[in-house]
Nanobody, 122 residues
Framework: QVQLVESGGGLVQGGGSLTLSCVAS??????YGWFRQAPGKEREFVAR????????YYADAMKARFTISRDNAKNTVYLQIGSLQPEDTAVYYC?????????????????WGQGTQVTVSS
């Protein structure tokens, strides 16, 4: 069964940092990414990493404080978030694509995780 399971969310003080993890099982995908959905807003693309070359791509607004990475041996994708702000409060979703479609912001993933809540206090 193909599955993406996120972890690492929680309540964080503003200014702090957080690392989210996404463990993939069932198969290996060509690329993995993170999206987020804040209360009352649409889901938005954060970043994507390719599995083979670890090539990364970020939404423009995410480049400064977000870092995506992957660990092939652990079948895990990470999202590091620095200098957390209350506006980062959202459910963060891991996603995977069979290929590496372009542009990733408008390419619907083939598989979604269930999401992990990140809440940033001011």
């Amino acid at each position: 069964q193909v599955q993406l399971v996120e972890s690492g969310g929680g309540l964080v003080q503003g200014g702090g940092s957080l690392t989210l993890s996404c463990v993939a099982s069932g198969r290996t995908f060509s690329s993995y990414g993170w999206f987020r959905q804040a209360p009352g807003k649409e889901r938005e693309f954060v970043a994507r990493v390719t599995w083979s070359s670890a090539s990364t791509y970020y939404a423009d607004a995410m480049k400064a404080r977000f870092t995506i990475s992957r660990d092939n041996a652990k079948n895990t994708v990470y999202l590091q978030i620095g200098s957390l702000q209350p506006e980062d409060t959202a459910v963060y979703y891991c996603a995977a694509w069979y290929g590496t479609p372009w542009p990733p912001e408008s390419s619907v993933p083939n598989v979604w995780g269930q999401g992990t809540q990140v809440t940033v206090s001011s």
